[in-house]
């Protein structure tokens, strides 16, 4: 068994291609716990996490505008040109 302040050995890992050329890696450890990151891509925050049923769901949304993560909704500033719609 490993110590506390060991890292659980990686057992399995796989890469998704995502849009935007962007990878989804999840990563497996012998423990059981698994490891989930985006690559590639704006930073992300976790907008829900729940238990439905036998399942973990886990959702992320781009995290730019900080709060607004919550509405799921981000509004690109790189992309203004001074007018609101």
Do not use: F
């Not at 976790?46 to 709060?67: C, F, H, M, N, Y």
């Amino acid at each position: 068994m490993a110590a506390a302040d060991e890292r659980p050995r990686e057992v399995g890992k796989q890469d998704v291609p995502l849009s935007g050329g962007r990878t989804l890696r999840v990563t497996e450890y012998a423990n059981g716990s698994i490891r989930i990151a985006v690559k590639t891509g704006s930073p992300y925050v976790i907008t829900s996490l729940e238990q439905i049923d036998d399942e973990a769901v886990l959702k992320i949304s781009p995290g730019r505008e900080g709060s607004s993560a919550h509405k799921n909704w981000v509004h690109d500033h790189s992309a203004d040109d001074g007018e609101r719609p």
